[in-house]
């Protein structure tokens, strides 16, 4: 008897339905065909297990299990499931009714139970769109779809659950994850608040303007200055996401394996830190085998730090200039390319000089060839793609024993989601959220200038021999400003403002 068990496979952040199916027949052995990996192939002997623990029989025959479409390859432990329920079903030995009204996956134990399996957001839109009823998941994958509410997802806890529910004779809406208690997903608790921050009140303004536009932003300044501080208090002043976009980026930690603990979507935007030492896979994505979303697809729709910017690899800096500006990274291998999405908001934070202290008086020790040494790892290009330069400076004294009361975070965060809310209205019909995100056409339409304006613009484009792409920088920072303002056009206050956060541009040589 021939059965066909419909599960997926994740390529980048979007599913793909793969039709197991299962042919048992007069003969001897079981075989195994579609292009599956080493982990696929073992769960032969763990499904033969699973079947054996929950009192059942492998039938002593010919089993033909072919994963479609053959030409795909097929990797992960998540077929073990759908390849037990066609050896069941194909031996006569159950009654599944529902079988092909559902996508189904999840990895077995050896005594019937359901462990996760990566990329259930992805499969429930894949159900949503291909017209299933819904999706059979191990449980703590099913948490991910929680907010599904227009399809049926199963969080099953062993074999024995699915069985009954694809049975249809016994009722099991208890095991409907939006049935199930809403349980918080983790909150961060170590985000600073900007009233904790002595001081730094220039920093704490280009920060606001970052956060309202989801800007790139360095942060140069001494040891100590508070720079760290700064980039990690930005975390709280962020607005929440959108459900487009935590379903954007609950999809890549789907992927990914590392769904945070809770039921249904990331709704806290993620703040993602690696180290300076991290590798270019690292960081952007890659393996050998399955290929995985990196540190900058992870910080999609929320913040990339990196502290000590001018101390990573010049290699490691080079391969951001790509994402930054496409929003999106593409991994190519021999015979697969991934693209995954990348939209975050780049916080660097760097000394100026080897010794830190260069700009703090006659403190600094290095010479002006060392010193344009270790900038000269920002180069143009990447210089370009960053939109706010802010220059952070040792705190005085009497600043640090008089601590002035400074505003909290949650003041400086209901201007930032309210130049949201006017960004999202302005882009409802464009595809993108921020002022960051808009290419030439959006700033033709969007960044419109009176005469004085072209004027001072074009002026400080001549003086500095500003790029063109420093110029759009300058729009869009100006923008932003405008919306902070509640400004319907760009004044000529805003566009200064914005050109004073580019003092790193350097004029071309000659």
Known sequence: MLININGAKCEGIEAQKVTVEVEVTNGIGIHLVGLADAAVKESLLRTVTAIASLGYRVPGKKIVINLAPADMHKKGS???????????????????????????????????????????????ELARTEGFDGCVLPKSSAKEAADFDDIMVYGAGTMADVIEILGGEVSREDLLVRNTAREPGEVSSDVMDFSEIIGQSGAKRGLEIAAAGSHNVILIGPPGSGKSSLAKALAGILPPMSNEEALQTSKIYSVAGRSREGCGLIRQRPFRAPHVSASVPALIGGGSDTIMPGEISLAHNGVLMVDEFCEAPKRLIEVLRGPMEDRKVT??????????????????????????????????????????????????????????????????????????????????????????????????????????????????????????????????????????????????IART??????????????????????????????
């Open 78 to 124: 998540g077929y073990d499931l759908p390849i037990a329920l066609g050896i069941l079903a194909g031996s006569g030995q159950l009654e599944l009714p529902l079988l092909d009204r559902y996508i189904i996956m999840g990895e077995l134990g050896l005594d019937g139970s359901l462990r996760p399996v990566p990329g259930a957001l992805p499969m429930c």
């Open 331 to 476: 991994i190519s291998r021999l015979r697969t390319k991934v693209v995954y999405p990348a939209s975050f908001m780049l916080v660097a934070a760097t000394n100026p000089c080897p010794c830190g202290f260069y700009g703090e008086g006659d403190r600094c020790t290095c010479t002006p060839g060392r010193r344009e040494a270790y900038l000269s790892k920002l180069s143009g290009p990447i210089m370009d793609r960053i939109d706010l330069h802010l220059w952070v400076h040792q705190v005085s004294p009497r600043l640090m024993m008089t601590r002035p009361e400074a505003e909290s975070s949650a003041s400086i965060a209901k201007r930032v989601l309210a130049a949201r809310e006017i960004q999202r209205e302005r882009f409802r019909n464009d595809g993108i959220f921020t002022n960051s995100e808009m290419d030439n056409t959006l700033i033709n339409r969007y960044c419109a200038l009176d005469e004085e304006c072209r004027d001072y613009l074009e002026k400080l484009m001549t003086r500095f021999g500003l790029s063109a792409r420093a110029c759009t920088r300058i729009l869009k």
């Open 481 to 510: 400003i405008a919306d902070l303002d509640s400004s319907r056009n760009i004044r000529l206050n805003h566009l200064s403002e914005a050109s004073s956060y580019r003092f790193l541009d350097r004029m071309p040589e000659r």
